[in-house]
C-alpha cells in the first residue's frame, strides 16, 4: 500500500491509529481521580509531542542517515516560525500561507546554511552549524528587532495590515474557519477526552512527514545516505560524490524543521528567539538519540517522552511528593521529598541529562534498541522452552 | 591610536579566558582523543569555587556589641566572621577581601579532583567510541553539572568582587604619552591577563621541560608506540585530563570579578571556546592560545561604536563570521596539523 511492503504498512498503520486515539489512549485516568495528573490526553501537551515529533522524524534523516551531527538545526525551527508570524501580520489568520511560507524560509536558509556547512564534516560540519544558529539568534535578538521585535518577541496586533482578513475570519489561527484552538469534548462516564483541531491538523502533518521519511528510508536515496554515513572515502573511490545527497538531506531535514516551527506558531501565534538557541537544538539531537537515531520510530518516540517527562516533572512538586510518601512514617517521608526535591520542578533539566547520560552510556541505539534487547531477551527464553518457536521482529 | 590601544587591551581579558579554556580543550583533545562539551562548565565550575572560597571565608556568628545600639536602643547584635576571631580584626578582614586570588589554592586541588573523578568515572568509557557519543554524553554531562550549581546556589549572578587593592584603574595611557583618562584599564583585568600569560607559560614549560611533559607530547604524537615502551600513558593522560580541569577552572575562578558567575556561564563560554579551538587547529596548543586572543582581541574591536554604526550588530557575531571564514578558507584552522580529525 502507498508504495510500501507490508511490514512497513503495518508500521504506518499502527502509527496512524496510535497517533489519531492519542487523546484517548494517553488519558487513561479518569478525570478526577488523584492520578489525572499524568495524563497526557490534554491538545496543548500532544500538540507538543507530534510538532517536535516533527522535528526530530527530520533531524533523524540527517543525523540518522548520514551521521551528521547538527548542532544548529533550531535555526531553522525559529525561522519558520518567524516566518508564520509574519503571514499571519500580512495576510491573514489562515494557517495554510503560513506553514507554506514556514516550509519556503527554512527551506531557503537551510540550502545556504547546507551549502557551505557541509563543505566539512566531523565535529567540524558541527561547530560551523553551530556558528550558524547562534548567529542567528545573536541577530534576531538585536539587529534584526524590526523583523523579529527582539527580546518582546514577535506577536500580531490589531493593526497589521493583514490583506486578506474577511469579515468574518476568526481572530485566532484557522484553517479555512476551522479554529485552531477549538476543540470538542466527549464525556464517557468519569473520563473526559478533548479532541483538538490544532492537534488533528499537526497530527495529520506528523503522519504525512512520517510516510515521507518511510519513504527516503526504503529508497535508493535513502541507501546512498546511509553509504554515506558507512564510508564517505569508499562512496567517492565509485564516482559518487556524496556532496548532493547530504545537502538534500540536510534541505529535507531543514524543511522538516520549518514545518515544526510554522505549526508551533500556528497553535499559537507568537514566537522568540529564544527558539534558536543552541539549547533549542540540543534538544532535538537528545530527542533523536533518546528515541534511538537511525530508526523510524525512534525520534518520535523521544520527541514524545521528553516532552511528557518535562510536562510531568515540572508539574511536580514537594507537596505531591509529600501525598506520595504520605504511607510512610513522617522521618522517611521528609528524608525521600529532600531525595528527590532536586530532580523535580524546575530541576528538571537535572534529570534530563542524567536519563540523557545513562542512554548514550548504557543503550546508545535509544529506546528502540531497548526493545529490540527485550524483545531477543524473550525470544532467546522461547527458544530455550521451544526451538521452533518464531517471534514478531523487533522495529 | 588610542582607542586602538584601548580596544586591544579590552579585549586581552577575554581573550584570555578564551585562551585558558580552549587550551585545556585542545590538551584533553590531543591527548585523550575526546572532543569536550563539559570544558565550559569546568570554567563554570572554577567561578563556583571562588563564590564558595569566599562564602567559607565569610562564615561567621553572632555576638553582641555592647558599645553600639539599634533604632530600638537595644545592644547591636553584629555578625563576626570566625577568621577576624582567629587572626584578629585586620588581618581577617584583610583575608575575606582577598577571597578571589586565595580561591585560587582552593580550586585548585577541588579542580584536579572534578577532573580525575571525570575523567575516570566517565570519559575513559569512550575513548573507543565515536566522536558524536563523546558530544552528546559531555553535553549531558554539562546540563548536569549546571543543574547541580543551580540547585546548589540559584540562577541568579552572584557578585564576587575583587581585593579593594585592585578594584581602581590603571592610567595606562599616562605611561605611552597619551593624554590623562584616554586609555583606563582595570587592574583587576591586568591581573587576569598577566595570571592567564603565567598559566599558559607555565603549561607550556611544563610540557616542553619536564620528563612528564615530554612522555605525554610523545603519547600525543603516538600513543600506542609509548604505551609499547612500558609505559603507563593512561595514567599520565588521566593527570593531563586534572590539568586541563584545573586550568579551566583557575581560568574560571579568577573571571568572578569581571563577570558575575551563574550556571549557564559555561555553557556561553563553551560555544565561543570550540569555536576558538576550531580556528586555532584542532590539537595544536599554540592555535588554542593565538587564536583565543585574536578573537578576543577582535570581539572587543566589533563592539567600537565606529564599527558597529557601519555594521550593526557586528559584535554579537563577529567570532561566527571568522569561524565560518577560517573553516572554510584554511580547513585545519590558524595552526593545525595534517591528519586530526579528518575522517
Known sequence: ?395 | MDAIILQILNGLDKGSAYALIALGLTLIFGTLGVVNFAHGALFMIGAFCAVTFSRLLQLSHEIVDETRTDFLGNPLKVDVPYLQDWFGPETGAAIIDWAVPLSILFAIPVMLLVGFVMERGLIKHFYKRPHADQILVTFGLAIVLGEIIKANYGANPIPTPAPAAFSGSLDFGVWLGFDENAIIYPYWRLIYFLFSAVIIAGVFAFLQFTTFGMVVRAGMADRETVGLLGIDIDKRFTIMFGLAAAVAGLAGAMYTPILSPNYNMGMDFLVLSFVVVVVGGMGSLPGAVLAGFLLGILQSFASMNEVKSLLPGIDQIIIYLVAIAILLTRPRGLMGRRGVMEE
Open chain 1, 1 to 395: 500500500m502507498l508504495g510500501l511492503d507490508t511490514k512497513d504498512t503495518r508500521l504506518l498503520i499502527i502509527v496512524a491509529i496510535m497517533v489519531m486515539a492519542a487523546p484517548i489512549l494517553l488519558n487513561p485516568f479518569p478525570a478526577d481521580s488523584a492520578m489525572a495528573q499524568f495524563n497526557a490526553g490534554y491538545p496543548d501537551l500532544m500538540q507538543r509531542f507530534v510538532i517536535f515529533g516533527i522535528f526530530a522524524i527530520g533531524f533523524n534523516i540527517l543525523f540518522g542517515l548520514t551521521g551528521y551531527l547538527s548542532f544548529g538545526h533550531a535555526a531553522f525551527l525559529g525561522m519558520g516560525s518567524y516566518a508564520a508570524v509574519w503571514m499571519f501580520k500580512l495576510l491573514s489568520y489562515n494557517v495554510v500561507p503560513a506553514i507554506l511560507l514556514s516550509v519556503i524560509v527554512a527551506a531557503a536558509f537551510s540550502v545556504v546554511i547546507g551549502y557551505i556547512s557541509l563543505r566539512r564534516s566531523g565535529i567540524y560540519f558541527s561547530i560551523l552549524t553551530l556558528a550558524f544558529a547562534q548567529m542567528s539568534y545573536a541577530l534576531a535578538y538585536s539587529v534584526l528587532t524590526p523583523i523579529t521585535n527582539g527580546e518582546t518577541g514577535l506577536q500580531v496586533y490589531t493593526n497589521d495590515p493583514q490583506i486578506l482578513m474577511g469579515e468574518n475570519s476568526p481572530n485566532v489561527p484557522h484553517l479555512f474557519g476551522i479554529e485552531m484552538r477549538g476543540t470538542a469534548d466527549l464525556e464517557l462516564g468519569a473520563w473526559t477526552f478533548t479532541f483538538g483541531n490544532g492537534y488533528y491538523l499537526a497530527a495529520l502533518m506528523m503522519l504525512l512527514s512520517f510516510y515521507i521519511s518511510l519513504r527516503i528510508f526504503r529508497s535508493p536515496f535513502g541507501l546512498m545516505l546511509r553509504a554515506v554515513k558507512s564510508n564517505q572515502n569508499r562512496l567517492t573511490f565509485t564516482g559518487v560524490s556524496p556532496k548532493p545527497y547530504t545537502l538534500a538531506a540536510f534541505v529535507i531535514s531543514g524543511m522538516y524543521a520549518g514545518l515544526a516551527g510554522g505549526l508551533l506558531a500556528a497553535m499559537d501565534p507568537l514566537t522568540g528567539a529564544e527558539r534558536m538557541q543552541w539549547t533549542a537544538s540540543g534538544e532535538v539531537v537528545l530527542m533523536t538519540i533518546l528515541g534511538g537515531a537511525g530508526t523510524l520510530i525512534g525520534p518520535v518516540l523521544g520527541a514524545g517522552l521528553i516532552k511528557y517527562l518535562e510536562n510531568i516533572f515540572s508539574k511536580i512538586n514537594d507537596g505531591i511528593l509529600h501525598q506520595w510518601f504520605a504511607f510512610m512514617p513522617d522521618g522517611l517521608e521528609d528524608f525521600m521529598v529532600t531525595i528527590l526535591h532536586p530532580f523535580i520542578g524546575k530541576g528538571w533539566h537535572l534529570t534530563l541529562g542524567l536519563i540523557f547520560m545513562a542512554i548514550v552510556i548504557f543503550l546508545p541505539g535509544g529506546l528502540v534498541e531497548g526493545g529490540q534487547r527485550i524483545g531477543r531477551l524473550f525470544k532467546r527464553r522461547k527458544t530455550d522452552d521451544a526451538s521452533s518457536a518464531t517471534t514478531k521482529p523487533a522495529e
